[in-house]
Every structure is written in structure tokens, then in C-alpha cells.
């Protein structure tokens, strides 16, 4: 039987263009209707109104349909697109500057001998790129550092893996400010981002203490029983292999003060972005402002090239183009459904089963459909462009705060992400700690279990 991490699945893009697919064919079979639309003052744009569903004509979509979703997807996400280049491009000249890499081995250096304190503090900081730009590929480079570190300091492979994967695991969970999940999702369900910061600084602080709990609890478990490890089996074959490779990173790159001044823009950037949109008016085109700006301004104080900082520019913005397209694709879903003129259908069948529940049910009922959803969809950003233009409304229909259903979307995505197969991120880094997938979820079923339970509390309180 094939191991669950060799079997192929569908790329994003192959999922979501399935699904627009799927969804062309039940304008065919669904019967075609729309809501009377009123303006919301306090969302600032036109909503259905609950109980004002009517039939209407069929308007079925063909092949050439399907085709072209995508494209117009990609154009009415144009400028959001753009907003994710230039993030993407602001994010590898920073890299290239080496400030993150030198802080963090400067980190690892500095607590030699403590090594029980470089658990929470390296999680901390993860953490922190997880919830301010959903740190994921950008960590690959750690787990070849830490691991020689964490194994000679007599811990195991596993718990190398979890500092890096469940730090930046649960800081995306509880995402704040992350562009490529709560922008995308609060764009979608057409609300400012900073809506519901407070109830997510609450989820991320819980989460991260929850995870660094369990994590620090099974490094001091495995210290001094190292037959209790979930890899015990392959400790002497670890240890060769780490410890006895050379060429691997020691921790001493030169960490200067333009590094520190680099680090210092790089979070101020962020605190500016926030402080423009709850409070100067911002979106999009400002935000994008703001992200070039700081690129330039790094690359002065950097000393970089002109020719070295448009390549690193382009490169990084070149890498965030599938996230792109993966936007254009699922917006291209809610373009085929309102063009067949099904989403007042679907809309009106979610109203008649949810409108009456609870809000306590309703919003554990959406954090459960997205954990699955992220099994099939695991691009945040893919998910929350599928899913949010039609859970919004069921949230209004149900007397919930679109912010709270963005909430409960990224809570529940980055719950999955934390071991689903599907993402590439875990695969790579389990790949380079050999761990296999069905160990890992062993040790993760627990702590998931604990999350989940917190993620659930956290949004049935704030919906009561």
C-alpha cells in the first residue's frame, strides 16, 4: 500500500478549476434566483436582505464559460494581485539582505547552553512570521539549521521540526495582519482586515502557548528518556547524519547593526500597514505603496545594486505569482455561480438550514467545513477566495460578524496546514528532519486536539 506522503494529489489550481467546473454543470440542474440587495452602512457596500430570495432566469455556462472565469477572476483581483507581487517582492530583498537568517542563527548562538530557552524564543519568532506575513516556504532553510543544534543539545529530530513547523504553524492559525489569509479573507468578505484583531491576538496567544508548551514538555521528556522519542528507532542513524555532515550553517554569520536596522523597518513596515488601514483610510493601492517604498529604503540602507535589487524584486514577486493565479481561479468560481445565476440559490438553501441556528452553532459549524475544505484547498489564499464570498452572507444571515467568519476560516486553516499531506511546506520539512507523516501526526494529534478545542471556545464566546 502506498505511504500516505507518496500519494499525488491534485495541485490548487487543478482543484479549483475542478470546482468551477463542477459548478458550471449545476447551472444546468440548480434553479437560478437572487436576493433584493440593500446597502449596509456599517460594511460600506450592498448586501441580500434575508427573506427576500426569488426565482429567475436560467442562464446555464458552457465550456467558454468556464475558460473565462479564471481571466475575469484574475481582473476583478487585479489589485489585490498586485499588492501580493509587491509583498512578495518586499519580502525577498529583505531575505537577500540576510538579516532574518544572521538574527535568528545569532539567536541560536547566543543561547548555547540554554538550550531549553531556545525552544520558546525561536518559537516566538516564527510565530511572529507566521502571523504578520504567514512564514511557510520562507522556513525550509531553518530546519537544515536547527537540527544539528537541537540533536547535539540531546534532543531529537522531532523536536528541531516542531520549534520551526508548529511556531510558524501557529502563528498563520492565529494570523493577524498575514496578507495571503486575513487580508485575502476580509477583502473577500469585504471588510477591513483589522476587523476582529483583538479576538485573533487572543487565539495567536493561546495557540503559541499551547504550542510551546507542548513542545518544551516532550524536549525535556525525550532529554532524559531518549527511548520515549517518536524516532528513537533512528537515533544513532540521526545523529550520524546531522552531526557528521559538514558544510551545514554553525550560527556565526555576522549579525550587524545594519541588520538590525533592516529588522527594525522590516516590523515597522508592518505596524505602518496596520495603523493606515484602521485609521488613514488605506487599502490596496497605499498598501502596495507602502510595501515598494520599504523595499527601496532597504536596499539603500543595504548597500544593494540597482541591477541586484530589481532581480531579488522581481524574484520575490515572481514567486507569489501562483498565489496570484491561485486568486484569479477561485474567484473565477463566484463569477461562474453569479453569472449562472445560482449563488442566490445556494445563498437561500444556507439561509433556510443556518439562519435559524444558533450563533454558537453556526460559527463551529463553519470552523468544521473549512477544516475539511482545507484538506481539498490547502493555499489559504485559494480557500479564502472560494469560500468567504459565500460564508459572509450566511453570516450576516445568521446575525455573526463577518470578521468572526474570516476568524474561524484562518483558525481552521492553519489547523490543517499544521500536518495535512497536501501541503508542500510540511512534506519539505519532514522530508529534511525524516519524520514520516504518519509519525508526525501522532505526536501532533494531541496538541491539534488542544487547539482546536481553544479555536472553538475562543469563537463561541465571541459570537455569544
Given at each position: 500500500?502506498?505511504?500516505?506522503s ?22 444546468w ?5 437572487q ?16 427573506g ?5 432566469e ?33 519580502l ?18 547566543r ?22 506575513y ?18 547535539a ?11 520551526v ?47 510551546c ?5 516532550y ?16 537515533k544513532?542513524?540521526n ?18 547593526g ?11 513596515t ?6 493606515g ?32 535589487f ?12 501562483g ?7 477561485a ?13 442566490g440559490?445556494?445563498?437561500?438553501w ?11 452553532v ?27 464570498p ?6 450576516d ?22 500536518v ?14 525524516r ?12 496538541l491539534?486536539?488542544v ?13 455569544m
Open positions: 500500500m502506498k505511504a500516505i507518496e500519494i499525488k494529489l491534485p495541485s490548487a489550481y487543478t482543484i479549483l478549476f475542478m470546482i468551477i467546473a463542477f459548478m458550471a454543470a449545476m447551472t440542474i440548480v434553479p437560478a434566483g436576493y433584493d440587495m440593500a446597502m449596509n452602512e456599517t460594511l460600506g457596500r450592498e448586501v441580500a436582505v434575508a427576500t430570495y426569488a426565482p429567475a436560467a442562464n446555464p455556462q458552457g465550456i467558454l464559460d468556464i475558460i473565462e472565469a479564471p481571466i475575469t477572476g484574475i481582473q476583478k483581483t487585479i489589485d489585490l494581485g498586485l499588492f501580493i507581487l509587491f509583498i512578495g517582492g518586499y525577498m530583498v529583505i531575505t537577500a539582505t540576510g538579516a532574518i537568517d544572521s538574527g535568528i542563527a545569532r539567536a541560536v548562538v543561547m548555547k547552553g540554554k538550550e531549553h530557552l531556545m525552544i520558546p524564543a525561536l518559537m516566538m519568532c516564527f510565530a511572529a512570521g507566521g502571523t504578520i504567514g512564514m511557510a516556504e520562507e522556513t525550509i532553510p531553518f530546519y537544515i539549521l536547527l537540527l544539528p543544534v537541537i540533536i543539545a540531546g534532543y531529537d529530530a522531532t523536536v528541531a521540526v516542531a520549534i513547523l508548529v511556531g510558524s504553524g501557529v502563528g498563520v492559525l492565529g494570523s493577524t495582519i498575514n496578507p495571503f489569509a486575513t487580508v485575502i479573507a476580509s477583502d473577500a468578505s469585504g471588510i477591513p482586515f483589522t476587523q476582529g484583531m483583538g479576538l485573533r491576538l487572543l487565539i495567536l496567544a493561546l495557540s503559541f502557548l499551547a504550542g508548551f507542548y513542545v518544551m514538555r524536549a525535556k521528556k525525550i532529554r532524559n528518556n531518549p527511548e520515549l522519542s517518536i524516532v528513537a528507532d533512528m544513532e542513524s545523529e550520524k547524519h546531522f552531526l557528521e555532515k559538514g558544510g551545514q550553517k554553525t550560527g556565526d554569520e555576522e549579525f550587524t545594519r541588520h538590525k536596522l533592516i529588522l527594525s523597518i522590516f516590523g515597522l508592518f505596524a505602518v500597514m496596520v495603523w488601514v484602521a485609521y488613514g483610510g488605506w487599502w490596496m493601492n497605499e498598501m502596495s505603496v507602502l510595501f515598494l517604498s520599504a523595499s527601496i529604503l532597504v536596499a539603500i540602507i543595504d548597500r544593494m545594486s540597482e541591477e541586484v530589481v532581480d531579488k524584486f522581481l524574484e520575490g514577486a515572481k514567486d507569489l505569482l498565489v496570484v493565479l491561485v486568486l484569479g481561479i474567484r473565477g468560481i463566484g463569477t461562474i455561480m453569479d453569472n449562472g445565476m445560482i449563488s440559490t445556494i445563498l437561500n444556507g439561509e433556510g438550514a443556518l439562519a435559524d441556528a444558533p450563533s454558537v453556526f460559527i463551529n459549524l463553519m470552523y468544521w467545513i473549512h477544516v475539511v475544505l482545507s484538506f481539498l484547498i490547502p493555499s489559504t489564499s485559494g480557500l479564502a477566495v472560494f469560500s468567504m459565500i460564508i459572509a452572507p450566511l453570516a444571515f445568521a446575525g455573526v460578524g463577518r470578521d468572526l467568519a474570516v476568524t474561524a476560516y484562518q483558525s481552521a486553516s492553519g489547523l490543517v496546514n499544521l495535512t499531506p497536501t501541503s508542500g511546506v510540511v512534506i519539505a520539512a519532514l522530508a529534511i528532519g519524520i514520516s507523516i504518519v509519525r508526525w501526526f501522532k505526536f501532533m494529534a494531541p491539534l486536539l487547539l482546536a478545542v481553544m479555536s472553538m471556545v475562543c469563537l463561541s464566546v465571541a459570537a
